[in-house]
């Protein structure tokens, strides 16, 4: 028989019985250290981007450009819910290595150079370009086509002008914030053909193309139209923009985050697919 309890023992007389110290735990999920996860530390709310990891230590960027380093582990948060980071996959098992940036199957074995067409898609600048590159890339470069930059729409009329575009030589072109009334649409609309492809996306910039999660914000921040919208941007960050040298190294933080097609808008995302369709079409 158990003996009644002793009314002089305030605590019981078996408060360290069973697993007392599991419970009510939740058993945080394993999340891998790859390259733009957006991770907050459980203990201080520090939020950024994973932009390396070195042995058993990552390296986070936050939207301020402060780089920290904290061993991998627990500790951290994703969406506000517990993780423990663990290694990315690496090799031919990884399920990431069997498709592209823009979601394509890749191929699994090396392929030969292919000639490139003479169909071309132009974009507006060097940073649509690298963004481009960054997720269509591969499907570009086994499709053959070349990806190519106007400094500007301004210059549209005399690029195609100089390219004599035709059936076998399709252009597309991608353009920032073409929407209806907008200098863009103006310059764009008379210069379509059976041809010629001019598609765009309705932000300022294609740095919003970018989700604004992707950089540990809920929207990108809007800026007065008397101020040049990137160096407002970066203003709005905290980041250098006294020069062109500080906006280059603005994007290339921005593009870090980048790892695949689900990172970008799906209104940029749509065009860029109508584009390669249209200048592949045989």
């Known amino acids: 028989m158990t003996p009644p309890p002793d009314p002089n023992d305030r605590y019981g007389s078996d408060v360290l019985s069973g697993d007392w110290r599991s419970a009510g735990r939740v058993t945080p999920r394993q999340v891998p250290a790859e390259p733009g996860l957006v991770l907050e530390l459980a203990d201080s709310g520090f939020v950024g981007a994973l932009v390396r990891m070195q042995g058993r230590t990552v390296e986070l960027e936050d939207r301020h450009g402060k780089v920290r380093v904290f061993p991998i582990g627990s500790g951290f948060l994703v969406d506000g819910a517990p993780v423990v980071l663990v290694p990315a996959p690496r090799g031919p098992a990884s399920a990431t290595a069997l498709r592209t940036a823009s979601g394509s199957v890749a191929a699994r074995t090396p392929q030969p150079a292919r000639v490139a067409r003479a169909s071309r898609i132009y974009v507006e600048g060097r940073h649509d370009a690298e963004l481009v590159e960054k997720v269509w890339g591969a ?118 985050r980048v790892r695949s097609y689900q990172d970008l808008e799906p209104a940029l995302l749509g065009r860029v697919e109508e584009l390669i369709d249209f200048v592949t079409r045989d």
């Not at 041809?195 to 800026?223: C, E, F, M, N």
């Open 139 to 256: 499907d570009l470069r086994g499709e053959g086509i070349v990806v190519e930059y106007l400094e500007g729409v301004d210059h549209l009329a005399e690029v195609l002008a100089e390219v004599r575009p035709g059936p076998q030589r399709r252009i597309g072109v991608l353009v920032d914030h073409l929407v209806p009334g907008s200098k863009e649409s103006r310059i764009t609309e008379r210069l379509q053909s059976a041809d010629v492809l001019i598609v765009g996306h309705p932000y300022v910039d294609v740095w919003q193309s970018v989700k604004p999660a992707r950089l540990g914000i809920a929207a990108w921040p809007t800026i007065p139209r008397n101020v040049e919208w990137k160096h407002g941007i970066c203003a709005a960050f905290g980041w250098p923009h006294d020069d062109q040298a500080d906006i280059a190294a603005a994007w290339q933080r921005i593009l870090s």
